[in-house]
């Protein structure tokens, strides 16, 4: 699978922002998908996990209540909503694939379960 994000920029804070996650190569479907993100400086974290059917959400609590993580799997497309946006919330996003069936924060938070990566899309929140 291929993932190649989109919908990065610069916000003022409480400003929002779409981002989108497009896969291609194999059946995005089969795949639940979670979106990370790393600032400078800091280790990758986990922001958001949907399962591969989309009935399924889970989400960092410090973006809990801001952000709606979602699919459309006819379009092969992935999509986070963020919302009322902070500036700890600058960083370089990424979207994620994995055949794993998480439901625990073990799982779904842990970069290491996720096999696709995409190469980022950078998101920087204004004071």
């Known amino acids: 699978v291929q993932l190649v994000e989109s919908g990065g920029g610069l916000v003022q804070a409480g400003g929002s922002l779409r981002l989108s996650c497009v896969a291609s190569?194999?059946?995005?479907?089969?795949?639940?998908m979670g979106w990370f993100r790393q600032a400078p400086g800091k280790d990758r974290e986990f922001v958001a996990h949907?399962?591969?059917?989309?009935?399924?959400?889970y989400y960092a609590d410090s973006v809990k209540g801001r952000f709606t993580i979602s699919r459309d799997n006819a379009m092969n497309t992935g999509f986070l909503q963020m919302t009322n946006l902070k500036p700890e919330d600058t960083a370089n996003y990424y979207c994620?694939?994995?055949?794993?069936?998480?439901?625990?924060?073990?799982?779904?938070?842990?970069?290491?379960?996720?096999?696709?990566w995409g190469r980022g899309t950078q998101v920087t929140v204004s004071s």
């Open positions: 994620a694939a994995t055949e794993a069936d998480c439901s625990g924060y073990g799982c779904y938070a842990f970069p290491g379960r996720y096999v696709y």
């Open positions: 190569g194999r059946t995005f479907s089969t795949y639940a």
């Open positions: 949907i399962s591969w059917t989309g009935s399924n959400t």
